[in-house]
């Protein structure tokens, strides 16, 4: 059974770094493509970038700037790191697994991250 | 890279049907058949429901379909029941050229 799990700080200043981890259970990291995907409060779903082949990794255009996701194979571990952070940032945040045919297949429950002196 | 466009709520009675529209254009939800639904309950994660277009993963009941004409996918919920009552999204492939994922913009459901 694949499960996800996001952890990481709840609240970040503005202007800080946002850092997240995605534990992975029931499935290799090495062996799937994992995304963070976020929304934010009463609104749709954004897909920030992805990281494949233990290493690999490809952004949204839109936030490519600010971005850094990484992997830590030996934990089965992947993790976001969003620097510059506003009030825009604030959301729930989601780690995901590729599936077929381009959708995401198991996701973590979703952690909120809100950015607030 | 624009949003894929859904409108904002549907809704129909128990037992009857729903279809949700996705429209985007040929660089996405034309230009491949990689359109996937989810289904999100509030305070939940989304959980999918169709892949490439009219797939159903393993445990999702064959109440729900999908389709595809031109530039506009679609979600259809046959025999409605009080749990369809959700947030559903779409996603479109878009292409190694783009950024390859984009969501729509999200449809409310309400169970009359």
């Known amino acids: 059974q694949v499960q996800l799990q996001e952890s990481g700080p709840g609240l970040v200043k503005p202007s800080e770094t946002l850092s997240l981890t995605c534990t992975v259970s029931?499935?290799?990291?090495?062996?799937?493509?994992w995304s963070w995907i976020r929304q934010p409060p009463g609104k749709g779903l954004e897909c920030i970038g992805y990281?494949?082949?233990?290493?690999?990794?490809n952004y949204n255009p839109s936030l490519k700037s600010r971005v850094t996701i990484s992997v830590d194979t030996s934990k089965n571990q992947f993790s976001l790191r969003l620097s510059s952070v506003t009030a825009a940032d604030t959301a729930v945040y989601y780690c995901?697994?590729?599936?077929?045919?381009?959708?995401?297949?198991?996701w973590g429950q979703g952690t909120l991250v809100t950015v607030s002196s | 890279q624009s949003a894929l466009t859904q409108p904002p709520s549907a809704s129909g009675s128990p037992g009857q049907s729903v279809t949700i529209s996705c429209t985007g254009t040929?660089?996405?939800?034309?230009?491949?058949?990689?359109v996937s639904w989810y289904q999100q309950h509030p305070g939940k994660a989304p959980k999918l429901m169709i892949y490439?277009?009219?797939k159903r993963p393993s445990g999702v009941p064959d109440r729900f379909s999908g389709s595809k004409s031109g530039n506009t996918a679609s979600l259809t919920v046959s025999g409605l029941q009080a749990e369809d009552e959700a947030d559903y999204y779409c996603?479109?492939?878009?292409?190694?050229?783009?950024?390859?994922?984009?969501f729509g913009t999200g449809t409310e459901v309400t169970v009359l």
């Open positions: 995901a697994r590729h599936g077929p045919g381009y959708g995401f297949d198991y």
């Open positions: 029931g499935a290799s990291i090495s062996t799937y493509y």
């Open positions: 990281i494949y082949d233990s290493g690999s990794t």
């Open positions: 040929s660089s996405d939800v034309g230009g491949y058949n990689y």
């Open positions: 490439e277009v009219t």
């Open positions: 996603s479109s492939y878009a292409g190694s050229n783009n950024f390859p994922y984009v």
